[in-house]
């Protein structure tokens, strides 16, 4: 791979009394190799945490992907 670029924008996180949850839009930039296709991945995510033993714990992960041209 040549190239990979991410960005994560617009993060919003609620936070609840054992629990948060985390809302973002995602953009990824990608050469996999020197003079292919480029690539633009763009979409949404979330991601639920839960309070267990003093620690957060991912509970749960969800991507949505838009098409690109």
């Known amino acids: 791979m040549i190239s990979l670029q991410n960005s994560i924008e ?3 996180i609620e936070i609840y009394q ?4 985390v809302k973002a839009r995602y953009t990824v930039n ?7 296709e480029k690539k633009v991945l763009k979409g949404s ?4 945490l839960i309070k267990e033993g003093g ?9 949505k992907h838009e ?3």
């Open 67 to 69: 098409k690109t041209p």
């Open 45 to 48: 995510g979330r991601w639920v």
């Open 30 to 36: 990608q050469e996999l190799k020197k003079g292919g």
């Open 18 to 21: 054992n629990a948060a949850e």
């Open 55 to 63: 620690t957060l714990k991912i509970l749960s992960i969800d991507y």
């Open 10 to 12: 617009d993060m919003k």
